[in-house]
């Protein structure tokens, strides 16, 4: 064995990671550029300490993969400029333009890959170390998300006015999310919304409404598509008004009817964090300035409280699971989001008053409640701490292999490795202070959000065989499906609804089945809102359709084709109350027979 191999297994030996760390260090230095200084001298001799430098090489395989893939990286981090002091926009922006020139859009972005890479192995080795406070972590990670969505937009906007024309419009991307705050993870989703001023035509059958959705279009598909020299960033618009199911781009008044007639309270939390990052400020400028009464109501609804309270069940019930409750960081009880929900409902209840709390920025808004007193100070301090520590963890998670992680590991070697990264001395030492700090979240939580909550009594599934689904269904009822966007008044005529239909529901002889075709009916006839009223406003009908499709499938399944027939029944006389639903159908469909013949 020459004294290079000793070397590295010796380092290796000592680390948190033996087996990567020297897999890493054996390719590093078969690969290390002959006309470099010694590959050991680098390491030995490195600005953040040698310790740091190891560190990172066993926590994290991508940024280890990125070293073994460029070994120049380790030379250009090895520089005191880059890798002892934050880096701000300027610094980085500056960085890609002398890697890039003017060809940054060449081989599909590989020099703008290229460089986000190497500043993600860069801000992950200084937080290793424990030279960079949180705040200058998300902040940059931010930056380079912002650089890369700037510089993308900016040549695609390009190519598509040379092809298409110049529409006489702006166009804005805003951020929402954690990018809005400038708060983004190592493996954060970046959460845009694409806003146009005005529509318009560029040719007779081409409108600014298409020109934008295209390049919008485009965007996402630069950014979801893979490349040997490394990702840009996930880019999700579900957060967009109707969600998937709408267009990618709206117009300005657009926006407005939107949310003027269908926000919902979950949407003025996304918007609170609402920044523009790219295109137009002037666009996006207006777009907050209008939409500041939705974000900020003068007079915030009674139940705003319980329907964030009812978001996070949801979420715990259906994305977080019960054995995931108490180690998923993010989304469990006590996680970052609870900090993050009980923020955002002082800023949604006082913000109208107190512009002081419209900020995107978590911290920032902390510090606004207690300046305020609208959170007691040792409550702001617990959130601090607990937001502090828990995106620590979270970071250590995701760092490792740059995937959209939140949960602590069970497996006692990972759990380990996670405890020692964090400069805790054991698992066993981690474990207390994670779960304190999460009970702590926990209990602010349960104080301001749900403190005065009442659980909906379990009776009402107790009639279903398979309460989970019941449960989900009634739910899919009153908030819509992932591709729906319910108004808020059509939540308020469900809730009497429920009782109504749960009454009957409980009369029937399969409550499953009945309820399973009750929710295909709502789905097909659309109309939800004037659907809901009818039967809250007509209970004898609400008992013919319950009790026909508890009865009879080829009724069931005529009404659900032909929604439109329940319409034209109540246009008639009034429900006779000796005859069913079901024979209401067979009359109207065989007139209908009788006309086609």
């Not at 005191?80 to 081989?107: K, V, W």
């Not at 940059?140 to 993308?152: G, K, P, T, Y």
């Not at 137009?280 to 209008?290: D, I, N």
Request: net charge negative; hydrophobic share 40%; charged share 25%.
């Amino acid at each position: 064995m020459d004294r290079g191999d000793r070397w590295i297994r010796e380092k290796a030996a000592a680390s948190l990671n033996p087996a990567q760390v020297e897999t890493t260090l054996v390719q590093l230095s078969e690969k290390w550029p002959a006309t470099a200084p010694s590959f050991v001298d680098i390491i030995e001799q490195f600005p953040l300490g040698e310790a740091a430098l190891l560190h990172l090489l066993a926590v994290s395989s991508s940024c280890a993969a990125r070293l073994i893939r460029n070994p120049e990286t380790l030379l250009w981090l090895h520089r005191p400029e880059t890798c002892l002091a934050a880096r701000d926009y300027g610094e980085m922006f500056n960085d890609l333009l002398t890697l890039a020139g003017n060809s940054i859009a060449a081989e599909n972005f590989a020099v703008l890959r290229f460089w986000k890479g190497r500043e993600m192995t860069r801000i992950a080795l200084r937080e290793l170390a424990n030279v960079a406070p949180l705040e200058e972590t998300t902040g940059e990670l931010s930056q380079i998300a912002e650089i890369c969505i700037r510089r993308v937009f900016e040549s695609i906007n390009a190519e598509f006015k040379q092809r298409y024309g110049s529409p006489d419009a702006e166009f804005a991307i805003l951020a929402l999310g954690k990018l809005g705050g400038a708060e983004l993870n190592h493996s954060s989703d970046v959460d845009l919304l694409f806003l146009y001023s005005d529509e318009g035509q560029l040719s007779p059958h081409f409108s600014y409404h298409e020109f934008f959705n295209r390049l919008g279009k485009k965007l996402l598909e630069i950014f979801s598509m893979p490349h040997p020299v490394g990702s840009l960033f996930r880019v999700d618009l579900r957060l967009r008004p109707e969600g998937s199911a709408g267009p990618l781009a709206r117009s300005l008044e657009s926006m407005e009817n939107y949310y003027a007639g269908f926000g919902e309270t979950w949407e003025r939390l996304a918007l609170i964090k609402a920044r523009g990052i790219g295109g137009s400020r002037e666009l996006a400028y207006e777009f907050l300035r209008q939409h500041q009464p939705f974000v900020y109501p003068s007079s915030p609804t009674p139940d705003l409280l319980d329907e964030i309270a009812n978001i996070k069940r949801r979420i715990e019930r259906e994305v977080v699971g019960p054995d995931k409750l108490e180690r998923n960081v993010k989304l469990g009880t006590g996680g970052i989001r609870e900090i993050e929900f009980v923020v955002q409902a002082l800023q949604l209840i006082h913000g109208a008053h107190h512009p002081f709390l419209q900020e995107s920025s978590t911290f920032k808004a902390l510090r606004a409640l207690r300046q305020l007193d609208l959170l007691p100070p040792d409550e702001v301090l617990a959130l601090d701490k607990a937001y502090r520590f828990l995106r620590r963890v979270e970071h250590r998670l995701q760092i490792e292999a740059e995937q959209q992680t939140h949960t602590v590991p069970q497996e006692r070697v990972a759990l380990r490795r996670l405890a020692l990264s964090l400069r805790f001395s054991s698992e066993e030492d981690f474990t207390p202070v994670l779960r304190e700090n999460m009970r702590a979240v926990r209990s602010i939580f349960q104080r301001v959000i749900s403190g005065t909550h009442v659980e909906p009594a379990q009776i009402d599934l107790a009639i279903f065989s398979d309460q989970k689904r019941a449960g989900k269904a009634l739910g899919d009822l009153a908030q819509g499906r992932t591709s729906f966007h319910i108004a808020p008044r059509t939540r308020q005529i469900f809730r009497k609804l429920r009782p109504l239909l749960l009454e009957w529901l409980a009369r029937s002889a399969d409550p499953d089945a009945t309820l399973n075709q009750f929710v295909r009916f709502v789905e097909a006839h659309g109309l939800r809102s004037l659907l809901f009223e009818l039967l809250v406003t007509n209970p004898r009908l609400l008992e013919l359709l319950v009790k026909t499709f508890d009865a009879s499938r080829s009724a069931s399944e005529l009404l659900i084709r032909r929604p439109q027939l329940l319409e034209e029944i109540t246009r008639g006389e009034q429900l006779d109350q000796a005859i069913t639903l079901e024979e209401h159908l067979r009359h109207l469909t065989s007139l209908d027979s009788e006309a086609s013949n």
